[in-house]
T-cell receptor, first 113, second 111 residues
Framework: NAGVTQTPKFQVLKTGQSMTLQCAQD?????MYWYRQDPGMGLRLIYY???????DKGEVPNGYNVSRLNKREFSLRLESAAPSQTSVYFC????????????FGSGTRLTVV | QQPVQSPQAVILREGEDAVINCSSS?????VHWYRQKHGEAPVFLMI?????EQKGHEKISASFNEKKQQSSLYLTASQLSYSGTYFC????????????FGGGTRVLVKP
C-alpha cells in the first residue's frame, strides 16, 4: 500500500522555467491538497480539490495552477518559476468527512535559482 | 487565520513531560495534531472534535477547550522517538477539510 506518492523528490529550476509536480494516491480518498513548507515555518495551503473535477484556491495560490486529473491524481504546475517558490512541496489526501487526518506524501524539494 | 502555537521550541530529558498549546482567533469545531521528523512528511497523530473526548496516541494525549478556542498536546514521560516538530491544524471554513496550520513547535528529547 503506497499511500501518497510524489514525483520528483528533488528538482532545481532556473528562474522562468516551468514544471509540474505529480501526486497520486491509492487510498480512494476524495480530497487532495498541495501545501508548501518554508524553513522554520508551518504548512501553507496552495490549492485544494474536494473531489474529482473540482479545485479551489488556498492561502498562497499565486504563481501556481493545479489539475485534478482523476480521483487518484492531483498535479501542481509552476508556469514561470521564481526564487520565492523555493520550498518543500507536500501533497496530501483525506476522506471527505472531517474525522480523519491527512496522509502526506514524502515531499518535493524544489530550488529555483 | 493561522492558529498560534506555543512554545516555539522545547528541550526535554527522557521521561519528562511537556505541553504544547494551539490557539485560534476564531471558533473551532475541530483541531488536528501532526508530528514531522526532520526531512520527513508530517504524520497524523489525532483529531479533537468539539464536544469530543480527550484523545491519546502512545503516551501523547490532547485536549480541546472550545470556550478558549484552544487545544493542548501533552507529551507524557517523553521518549527519544517523540523528537520532531508538532503542528496543529484547524479548519479554514465552517465545514470541509481544508486545514490551516500553526507555525510548529520543535521538540527535542535528550537521553
Amino acid at each position: 500500500n503506497a499511500g501518497v506518492t510524489q514525483t520528483p523528490k528533488f528538482q532545481v529550476l532556473k528562474t522562468g522555467q516551468s514544471m509540474t509536480l505529480q501526486c497520486a494516491q491509492d487510498m480512494n480518498h476524495n480530497s487532495m491538497y498541495w501545501y508548501r513548507q518554508d524553513p522554520g515555518m508551518g504548512l501553507r495551503l496552495i490549492y485544494y480539490s474536494a473531489s474529482e473535477g473540482t479545485t479551489d484556491k488556498g492561502e498562497v495560490p499565486n504563481g501556481y495552477n493545479v489539475s485534478r486529473l482523476n480521483k487518484r491524481e492531483f498535479s501542481l504546475r509552476l508556469e514561470s518559476a521564481a526564487p520565492s517558490q523555493t520550498s518543500v512541496y507536500f501533497c496530501a489526501s483525506s476522506v471527505v468527512r472531517d474525522l480523519y487526518g491527512y496522509t502526506f506524501g514524502s515531499g518535493t524539494r524544489l530550488t529555483v535559482v | 487565520q493561522q492558529p498560534v502555537q506555543s512554545p516555539q521550541a522545547v528541550i526535554l530529558r527522557e521521561g519528562e513531560d511537556a505541553v504544547i498549546n494551539c490557539s485560534s482567533s476564531k471558533a473551532l469545531y475541530s483541531v488536528h495534531w501532526y508530528r514531522q521528523k526532520h526531512g520527513e512528511a508530517p504524520v497524523f497523530l489525532m483529531i479533537l472534535l468539539k464536544g469530543g473526548e480527550q484523545k491519546g496516541h502512545e503516551k501523547i494525549s490532547a485536549s480541546f477547550n472550545e470556550k478558549k478556542q484552544q487545544s493542548s498536546l501533552y507529551l507524557t514521560a517523553s521518549q527519544l522517538s517523540y523528537s520532531g516538530t508538532y503542528f496543529c491544524g484547524t479548519p479554514m471554513g465552517a465545514a470541509g477539510n481544508k486545514l490551516t496550520f500553526g507555525g510548529g513547535t520543535r521538540v527535542l528529547v535528550k537521553p
